[in-house]
């Protein structure tokens, strides 16, 4: 459930506030993933700027608070998935560029399970 993110993702900005440098830290961070994550899935959406300034940034940055992240669903997470409702752009954006595929499904419950899902790369 969506729901689940978003709260997940309210307490991440809950603990950033009062700290403009870590606040912006974070952005850094999920912007670098961001576009990593495009030019993996090969998608010219929001793929411009440097690689190597991405990478760079996700090193000093990215992957400190990823693994945070990571530690909010136990450390072993490999894919987390969701459904039932469609999940906002911010908040899919804020765990794909902190490295935590989120599979989005679209199914009736009515009429079948799920039909569909995003791909995983």
Request: aromatic content about 8%; some cysteine; glycine content about 12%.
């Amino acid at each position: 459930m969506p729901r689940i993110y978003e709260r997940i993702y309210a307490r991440l900005q809950a603990m950033l506030e009062g700290s403009p440098l870590r606040q912006r830290a974070f952005e850094l961070a999920v912007a670098a993933g961001w576009r990593r994550f495009c030019r993996e899935q090969h998608l010219a959406l929001d793929a411009a700027g440097s690689p190597t300034l991405d990478a760079l940034l996700w090193l000093l940055v990215g992957r400190g608070i990823a693994r945070r992240l990571q530690a909010q669903f136990g450390g072993r997470l490999r894919l987390a998935v969701s459904g039932g409702a469609p999940l906002s752009a911010p908040i899919a954006r804020c765990f794909l560029g902190l490295g935590l595929p989120v599979l989005q499904g679209y199914g009736m419950t009515e009429t079948s399970p799920v039909i569909a899902v995003n791909a995983t790369g």
